[in-house]
């Protein structure tokens, strides 16, 4: 009874983002803890799993979208250094991507909660 509520397509979406927007955030935690690490190489969210959910979007393959997309954590390939002892990490530019997927995450929160307090209302007859 409840599965057809959580099945939407925009909830699925926002869920699947959301785990992302969570992912990225650790990313971001780890890059800024060893931003002075030498060697240390900046994580980013799977380029693929970008690529792939903005794929499966535009055919419209909402299946696809909850059944195997899972963000995973990489190595962001496209980072260069501008330290000599080979740390990829900018602090500037982490903290930019900090408050802007803080931002994401809060939207995608709110649209996973509206869902929810629909379908409480909808139980309960009640918004509170």
Sequence with gaps: MIEPLTAS????LACRMLDAASLRHEAIASNI????????KRLEVSASFVSELRASVARGDFAQVTASLKPV????????????????VEIEKELLEMNRNSAEHEFLSQVVTTNLKQLKMAITGRTY
Excluded: I, K
């Design 73 to 88: 954590l990489e190595e962001d390939l496209h980072a260069q250094s501008v330290r000599p002892d080979g740390n990829t």
């Design 9 to 12: 397509n925009n909830y699925q």
């Design 33 to 40: 803890a060893n931003a002075e690490t030498p060697g240390y």
